[in-house]
């Protein structure tokens, strides 16, 4: 339920009472400069739709599916405030990301068409098509210490964005999706797509694996969905990884593996980009698993997964004939800052 009151009345405004003094990432003073402008240029009416309380219940929301979002949508927006709104992604995410951010909206054209083509139920999703459906919703006050964020969420998108104190932003759980997968031939953009490296790149990993390995990569494949492990508000997976880790793999396989997790990590702005490289450094590379279940031929069903010791990384496309890819990024402790603010947390009540 939303909460208008951008003040903090619960014991998670009082956690973020104490901020640090250094001055913010500038990635994050970039971002809270765009919101701002948003912010500046809404009318009352808008801003009390976009705003929300940083500690609002809202904020753990992740819908994988464009029913019941909330926020400001674009199409109620004037142009020069949407350009404003898609600064405030281009502050946050990189060049690459928000080009597929772009893409995915710009293809409920041709979801759009594909409801009408498939007949039945279908005809429900056409109300739902709409390059400008998607919304907006700000999380306390850019540039507070104490904590504030931002979602961009709709078909096929959902960006979380958090940022406390002077650390690098959180930019996770960021949801990508694309249908079609391949935009039919005949049609105007025919052969587009837009999550082919994220595709192409790991089919290549699977293909390159020994008889051996690819027993200990593949998983028995299961459709609708049904291997997707991120979709909830926490991600708490208990047991060893399953499939193969990236130590039994050779050089150049590694370097395949390595370029895979690296599209993702590069939709993202560079100094995030750079920090979870970092992390994931650290953690260690090689305990990272590769797993895939479902065909290897392109266009035919298949679900892949990346899991390392702090992050999970996953790609289905099982629906629809193949022609519906969802991909995820979710980090275990991170999610929507929660390790930012545990830091934050303990530092101002450090003796």
């Known amino acids: 339920m939303k909460s208008l009151s951008l003040r903090w009345t619960t014991p998670l405004g009082l956690l973020l009472a104490a901020g640090a003094s250094a001055e913010p990432a500038p990635v994050a003073a970039r971002a809270a400069a765009a919101a701002r402008s948003v912010l500046e240029s809404l009318d009352e009416k808008q801003r009390r739709d976009v705003s929300y309380a940083f500690d609002d219940e809202e904020r753990f929301d992740l819908r994988l599916a464009p029913l019941f ?6 199409k109620r927006m004037q142009p020069a405030q949407e350009r404003l709104s898609r600064e405030l992604l281009g502050a946050s995410l990189s060049a690459a990301g928000l ?14 068409r594909l409801d009408r083509e498939r007949g039945g139920l279908r005809w429900f999703g056409r109300f739902l098509r709409d390059p400008k459906g998607y919304f907006l919703a700000i999380f306390g006050e850019p540039g507070d210490e104490r904590g504030w964020g931002y979602r961009f969420d709709g078909h096929h998108v ?20 694309a249908e079609p997968r391949r935009v039919p031939d005949g049609w105007e953009r025919q052969g587009l797509r ?3 490296a994220e595709e192409d790149l790991a089919r290549e990993l699977y293909l390159s694996l020994d008889e051996a390995q690819r027993q200990r ?21 208990e047991g060893p990884p399953a499939g193969l880790p990236r130590a039994a793999l050779d050089p150049d396989q590694k370097a395949r593996l390595d370029a ?23 953690a260690g590379r090689d305990r990272i698993h590769f797993a895939w279940a479902g065909s290897a031929q392109p266009g035919q069903p298949l679900y892949y997964r990346v899991r390392g010791p702090s992050f999970l990384i996953e790609f289905d496309d099982s629906q629809d004939e193949a022609d519906h890819v969802h991909t995820l ?16 947390y303990a530092a101002a009540h450090r003796d």
């Open 158 to 177: 959902s960006l979380n964005y958090t940022v406390v104190g002077a650390a690098l932003p959180s930019a996770t759980p960021l949801f990508l999706g």
């Open 99 to 112: 080009a597929k951010v772009e893409a995915i909206m710009s293809l409920e054209v041709e979801v759009e």
């Open 217 to 237: 990569a593949t998983l028995p494949f299961a459709p609708d969905r049904e291997l997707f492990l991120g979709s909830g508000r926490r991600v708490a997976l």
């Open 260 to 282: 895979l997790i690296g599209v993702y990590v590069g939709n993202v702005a560079a100094e995030i980009a750079e920090g979870r490289r970092r992390s994931i450094d650290v």
């Open 329 to 344: 990024w979710r980090d275990f402790a991170g999610d929507f800052g929660r390790d930012l603010l545990a830091a934050h």
């Open 69 to 74: 979002l909330e926020g400001l949508p674009l």
């Open 194 to 196: 837009v999550l082919a």
